[in-house]
């Protein structure tokens, strides 16, 4: 087998991946060896009594900013020269399934989550090697943006999802969204089954799935059909 992707997330909630690594096809992934997942308290490297790893933003301002030393000192100890260190920032570069592509062939990825405020500029300056958003919102914990990156990476890894055909007909893939999907019964409270899918007419089926497609993309992601 060749080598395994290795997914190091370092939070201040590490629990927040327990149960989400713990269930489904990435638990499966994991068992199985394909992937390896760590949630690392960021807490470990921090200095003192209380080991503080956030205070107050110098210039003023609400809330807290994750501090530069236990964070440069975790990234020290744990990154390698291959690692790749992926910030999860609300102001990063669109998660999408190109970029989940690249990121799956690569062999460590720790990714840093951020909270409250953030972190410290001089941490995005010198140590993260790119900065990745899951969408144009905030949201309180940085971990959870981290377990969506895992989950769509490693669907792009060989032999997590069971199947190498699933990929190809889901939303995204050749810049379109998904086609309907249904199954039995044919017809439910008056509402059928499209009658194609039901001819048993590959070659229409596969045509109508396509139209469907482009269909629906142009109505909800019209930006997608510019690629």
Known sequence: MDSILRFDVLSLFPKTLEGFTGESIIARAVES????????????????????????????????????????????????????????????EPLTSSLCKELSKEKHLLLLSGHYEGVDQRVRDHLVTREVSVGDYVITNGALAASV????????????????????????????????????????????????????????ISAWRESMRLEKTKKLRPDLLKN
Do not use: C
Not at 85 to 91: E, L, S, T, V
Not at 161 to 180: C, K, Q, R, V
Not at 182 to 198: A, C, H, I, N, Q
């Open 149 to 204: 990156l895992i989950d769509a990476v490693s669907r792009h890894i060989p032999n997590v999802l069971g199947g190498e055909g699933s990929l190809e007909d889901e939303s995204f893939e050749a810049h379109l969204l998904a086609y309907p999907q249904y199954t039995r019964p044919s017809e439910f409270r008056g509402m059928k089954v499209p009658d194609v899918l039901l001819s048993g007419n590959h070659s229409q």
């Open 33 to 92: 060896g394909i992937i390896e997942v760590n949630s690392l308290d960021i807490r470990r490297w921090a200095d003192g009594k209380h080991r503080e790893t956030d205070d107050r933003p110098f210039g003023g301002g609400s809330g807290m900013v994750m501090k530069p030393e236990p964070i440069f000192s975790a990234i020290e100890d744990i990154a390698e020269d291959h690692t790749k260190i992926i910030y999860m920032a609300p102001d990063g």
